[in-house]
């Protein structure tokens, strides 16, 4: 689950109900800029990752999006 926001008790309460039919040894990898969502969820282990320079930023844009960058419109880069 990707930039998660919400934070609201009731609505993960209601939404960790679905988590009970997983496969044994299943694994949920959330994302979020809230620390207080990683705290609602019962998160096991909670990683705060410093952000990253734009150089970098555009380096890992760069690798996820494959060689076809080099088509790339130069406006859009």
Not at 3 to 12: G, L
Not at 16 to 29: D, K, M, V, Y
Not at 44 to 52: K, P, T
Request: charged share 25%.
């Amino acid at each position: 689950m990707d930039d998660v926001w919400n934070e609201d008790q009731q609505d993960w309460y209601n939404f960790e109900q679905h988590f009970n039919s997983g496969a044994p040894g299943s694994r949920i990898l959330l994302t979020s800029r809230s620390r207080k969502v990683a705290e609602l969820v019962k998160s096991i282990e909670i990683v705060d990752l410093a952000f990253l320079s734009e150089g970098d930023s555009w380096k890992l844009f760069c690798q996820s999006f494959g060689s076809a960058v080099e088509y790339l419109d130069p406006e859009f880069i």
